[in-house]
Protein backbone atom coordinates (compact mmCIF):
# COMPACT_ATOMS: atom_id res chain seq x y z
CA UNK A 1 0.00 0.00 0.00
CA UNK A 2 0.80 3.53 -0.67
CA UNK A 3 -0.37 6.70 0.29
CA UNK A 4 0.74 10.16 -0.91
CA UNK A 5 0.35 13.26 1.82
CA UNK A 6 0.78 16.60 1.25
CA UNK A 7 0.89 19.35 4.08
CA UNK A 8 1.31 22.39 4.07
CA UNK A 9 4.71 23.54 2.11
CA UNK A 10 6.21 20.25 2.98
CA UNK A 11 5.67 16.67 0.89
CA UNK A 12 5.55 13.60 3.06
CA UNK A 13 4.86 10.27 1.58
CA UNK A 14 5.00 7.36 3.74
CA UNK A 15 5.22 4.14 1.82
CA UNK A 16 6.08 0.10 2.73
CA UNK A 17 9.51 -0.84 1.30
CA UNK A 18 9.89 -4.43 -0.26
CA UNK A 19 12.57 -6.21 1.31
CA UNK A 20 14.90 -6.04 -1.69
CA UNK A 21 14.94 -2.30 -1.38
CA UNK A 22 16.03 -2.63 2.53
CA UNK A 23 19.85 -3.59 1.54
CA UNK A 24 20.01 -0.23 -0.81
CA UNK A 25 18.72 1.64 1.87
CA UNK A 26 19.34 0.77 4.84
CA UNK A 27 22.10 3.58 5.48
CA UNK A 28 19.52 6.31 5.17
CA UNK A 29 17.32 3.81 7.48
CA UNK A 30 19.29 1.85 9.89
CA UNK A 31 19.34 4.80 12.79
CA UNK A 32 15.49 4.96 12.70
CA UNK A 33 15.25 1.33 13.14
CA UNK A 34 17.66 1.01 15.40
CA UNK A 35 16.80 3.96 17.94
CA UNK A 36 12.94 2.24 17.28
CA UNK A 37 14.22 -1.13 18.46
CA UNK A 38 15.48 0.45 21.41
CA UNK A 39 12.13 1.84 22.72
CA UNK A 40 9.71 -1.40 22.80
CA UNK A 41 10.65 -2.88 19.42
CA UNK A 42 11.94 -6.53 17.97
CA UNK A 43 15.53 -6.66 18.78
CA UNK A 44 18.00 -5.72 15.83
CA UNK A 45 18.68 -8.86 14.30
CA UNK A 46 15.87 -10.80 15.21
CA UNK A 47 14.26 -7.84 13.07
CA UNK A 48 15.86 -8.16 10.28
CA UNK A 49 15.20 -12.07 9.99
CA UNK A 50 11.77 -10.68 10.63
CA UNK A 51 11.99 -8.10 7.50
CA UNK A 52 13.97 -10.51 5.12
CA UNK A 53 11.21 -13.61 5.72
CA UNK A 54 8.34 -11.62 5.18
CA UNK A 55 6.53 -12.12 8.52
CA UNK A 56 7.27 -8.16 9.12
CA UNK A 57 7.25 -5.33 6.87
CA UNK A 58 9.23 -2.07 6.90
CA UNK A 59 7.73 1.25 6.33
CA UNK A 60 9.74 5.08 5.52
CA UNK A 61 8.79 8.33 6.15
CA UNK A 62 9.61 10.59 3.14
CA UNK A 63 9.73 14.25 2.89
CA UNK A 64 10.84 16.12 0.18
CA UNK A 65 9.71 16.83 -3.29
CA UNK A 66 10.34 15.18 -6.98
CA UNK A 67 13.62 13.30 -6.87
CA UNK A 68 14.95 15.13 -3.41
CA UNK A 69 13.19 12.70 -1.03
CA UNK A 70 14.88 12.32 2.09
CA UNK A 71 14.12 9.53 5.19
CA UNK A 72 12.43 11.36 8.07
CA UNK A 73 11.58 8.53 9.82
CA UNK A 74 10.83 4.56 10.00
CA UNK A 75 8.53 1.83 11.72
CA UNK A 76 7.98 -1.65 11.43
CA UNK A 77 4.55 -3.32 10.93
CA UNK A 78 3.63 -6.80 11.62
CA UNK A 79 -0.07 -8.69 10.92
CA UNK A 80 -0.96 -10.04 14.15
CA UNK A 81 -4.17 -11.68 16.41
CA UNK A 82 -3.92 -10.92 20.41
CA UNK A 83 -5.58 -13.52 22.89
CA UNK A 84 -8.94 -13.30 22.41
CA UNK A 85 -8.77 -13.69 18.33
CA UNK A 86 -8.60 -9.86 17.13
CA UNK A 87 -6.72 -9.54 14.01
CA UNK A 88 -4.46 -6.42 14.47
CA UNK A 89 -1.58 -4.50 12.80
CA UNK A 90 1.00 -4.22 15.18
CA UNK A 91 3.36 -0.87 14.44
CA UNK A 92 7.26 -0.97 16.78
CA UNK A 93 10.23 0.26 15.71
CA UNK A 94 8.90 4.05 15.08
CA UNK A 95 11.08 6.75 15.24
CA UNK A 96 11.71 9.61 12.94
CA UNK A 97 12.54 13.27 12.80
CA UNK A 98 9.82 16.40 12.64
CA UNK A 99 6.90 13.83 13.67
CA UNK A 100 4.49 16.67 14.31
CA UNK A 101 4.17 16.75 10.45
CA UNK A 102 3.61 12.85 9.78
CA UNK A 103 2.23 11.25 12.48
CA UNK A 104 -0.77 12.04 12.06
CA UNK A 105 -1.14 10.46 8.35
CA UNK A 106 1.13 7.59 9.82
CA UNK A 107 -1.67 6.81 12.32
CA UNK A 108 -4.30 6.97 9.83
CA UNK A 109 -2.34 5.34 7.53
CA UNK A 110 -1.98 2.43 9.90
CA UNK A 111 -5.79 2.38 10.35
CA UNK A 112 -6.37 2.43 6.58
CA UNK A 113 -3.56 -0.68 6.26
CA UNK A 114 -5.56 -2.33 9.28
CA UNK A 115 -8.97 -2.37 7.65
CA UNK A 116 -7.33 -3.58 4.02
CA UNK A 117 -6.25 -6.66 6.26
CA UNK A 118 -9.32 -7.25 7.94
CA UNK A 119 -7.67 -6.29 11.16
CA UNK A 120 -9.88 -4.55 14.28
CA UNK A 121 -7.28 -2.49 15.16
CA UNK A 122 -3.68 -0.97 15.29
CA UNK A 123 -1.20 -1.53 18.35
CA UNK A 124 1.58 0.29 18.45
CA UNK A 125 4.44 -0.03 21.19
CA UNK A 126 6.68 3.51 21.98
CA UNK A 127 7.22 6.06 24.13
CA UNK A 128 4.26 7.74 25.95
CA UNK A 129 4.84 11.14 24.30
CA UNK A 130 3.90 9.28 21.10
CA UNK A 131 0.03 9.67 22.51
CA UNK A 132 0.23 13.43 22.15
CA UNK A 133 1.15 12.93 18.47
CA UNK A 134 -1.35 9.94 17.56
CA UNK A 135 -4.75 11.01 17.77
CA UNK A 136 -7.66 8.64 18.78
CA UNK A 137 -4.96 6.30 20.47
CA UNK A 138 -5.87 5.03 24.35
CA UNK A 139 -3.00 3.68 26.49
CA UNK A 140 -4.00 -0.28 26.89
CA UNK A 141 -0.85 -1.04 28.60
CA UNK A 142 2.71 -0.61 29.76
CA UNK A 143 5.49 -3.19 27.39
CA UNK A 144 8.21 -4.75 29.83
CA UNK A 145 10.30 -2.08 28.82
CA UNK A 146 8.30 0.52 30.61
CA UNK A 147 7.49 2.56 27.53
CA UNK A 148 3.60 2.38 26.48
CA UNK A 149 1.06 0.07 24.30
CA UNK A 150 -1.34 2.03 22.49
CA UNK A 151 -4.62 0.86 20.62
CA UNK A 152 -6.37 2.28 18.03
CA UNK A 153 -9.95 0.93 16.31
CA UNK A 154 -9.74 0.17 12.98
CA UNK A 155 -14.05 0.03 13.00
Known amino acids: MRVICKMANNNIEIT ?5 FVPPLWDKIKNYVCRGAAVGG ?14 DSLWVILSGEKLEWRVVGAFVTTLSEDSEGKRFVGV ?3 AG ?17 ARANGCDFVRCYGRRAWGRLLQDVA ?17
Not at 16 to 20: A, F, I, N
Not at 45 to 54: A, F, T, V
Not at 100 to 112: F, I, Q, S, T, Y
Open 92 to 94: SNL
Open 139 to 155: VVGEHENGHAIFERSAA
Open 16 to 20: QVPWY
Open 97 to 113: SGARRWAKKMNDLMVEY
Open 42 to 55: VPFLKQIERLKDGS
